[in-house]
């Protein structure tokens, strides 16, 4: 049995969410994964910095009603946060790296990355930046220190699109996809459908949690924008940078554009797409789209996402999941663990033979 020391940057929802797991899941994992995970370190800005080289309870972490600095109440621990410190000299195998996503350079989310490879450290990540603006550069420097960056709650969360795409549809020849990838605008959308003008539908979506206080990343497709950059760089093999996406958002989006559209019967969905050009070049696009209701996408409502993949040999293939969530998105940290855990087994076995 395995046990994998992790330290955490960011100690918000979903690295919280994933302590919780740790909490409860352990003896599962153990028995059906091969592998305990142990948390050394945390480190969060709100909350401060903690190292414990034997490791911290996850139920302590997640149950404590810390105020602002109360990891400085705890045995090693400190009121300020140390991110470089923590990641650099933490006795961790594992850095997951759950901050704020910057999506203009990427950082500091690029440096705690690097930093963590340099250090001969894997990286499982849920954070937009760096896998959009960095990829390249931390993929060379994991494989330059045997490590692994590992990133599928990018895109869809806990759903598996990247992972899915690369395994199991290898040799299908991947042309193009087309995707719903925000749950917020999406949400808004479905509840202008039902009447409701743009700010109204929005401000719902603030009260439910669904969209941030400031919703412009959301409504205006730059969320959607990195990850169409992600999946294209990865599924089509291009070198596509964010600002070489074309993006509109739904903001201008009137109650008439919408009840046109259930006229002909369909509906206005923000899609995220790329596609393989004839001369081998990747272009990818965000902006509002009226679907037919018998399309794909057409019937993706709510929070949901989806995306459909667009192959030579099997046609149009739709993975529809959950694109947010402290869970779901957590779930995705785990899911890079196994994908970590199952390599190292695949080397030992094959040095070993």
């Known amino acids: 049995m395995t046990i994998y020391n992790i330290a955490l940057i960011g100690f918000g929802g979903v690295n919280r969410a994933l302590a919780e797991l740790i909490a409860t899941k352990n003896p599962l994992w153990e028995r059906d994964l091969g592998f305990r ?11 401060g910095a903690v190292i414990s080289p034997n ?28 991110n470089e410190t923590i990641i650099k000299t933490a006795p961790a195998d594992i850095i997951v790296e759950a901050t704020f996503t910057n999506p203009k350079d990427g950082e500091p989310a690029v440096s705690h990355c690097r930093w963590a490879l340099q250090s001969g450290k894997h990286v499982v990540t849920t954070n937009k930046g760096p896998v959009a ?19 599928e709650g990018s895109v869809m969360s806990g759903t598996p699109v990247i992972r899915m795409a690369e395994k199991t549809l290898a040799g299908a020849e991947m042309k193009g996809f087309e995707g719903i990838l925000n749950g917020t605008s999406n949400f808004v959308l479905g509840r202008m459908e039902r009447g409701l003008d743009f700010a109204t539908a929005v401000k719902e979506a603030q009260i439910l949690g669904y969209a941030e206080a400031d919703p412009t990343a959301d409504v205006e497709g730059f969320d959607v924008r990195l990850k169409v950059v992600i999946l294209a760089n990865e599924l089509l093999g291009a070198s596509l940078k964010p600002e070489e996406v074309t993006c509109t958002g739904i903001s201008n989006l009137s109650p008439s554009d919408i009840e046109n559209a259930k006229a002909v019967n369909s509906r206005w969905k923000l899609i995220g797409s790329a596609v393989r050009n004839e001369d081998g070049t990747v272009t990818g696009s965000v902006s509002p789209k009226q679907l037919p209701f018998e399309h794909p996408l057409a019937g993706v409502n709510g929070a949901t996402n989806a995306v459909s993949l667009n192959t030579e040999l099997l046609g149009s293939v739709t993975v529809t999941g959950p694109g947010a969530g402290r869970i779901e998105t957590a779930y995705a940290l785990l899911s890079d663990i196994v994908a970590i855990h199952n390599a190292r087994r695949a080397t030992a076995t094959k040095e070993a033979a």
Do not use: P, W
């Open 55 to 82: 490791g911290l309870d996850a139920k302590t972490l997640v149950e404590a009603n810390f105020t602002k600095g109360g990891f400085g109440q705890l045995s090693g621990g400190s009121a300020e946060a140390n």
């Open 133 to 151: 603006i960095a990829a390249q550069e931390l993929k060379a420097l994991a494989k330059a220190h045997g490590v692994h960056f590992e990133y």
């Open 37 to 47: 995970l142990n948390i050394v370190a945390v480190s969060d800005l709100y909350l």
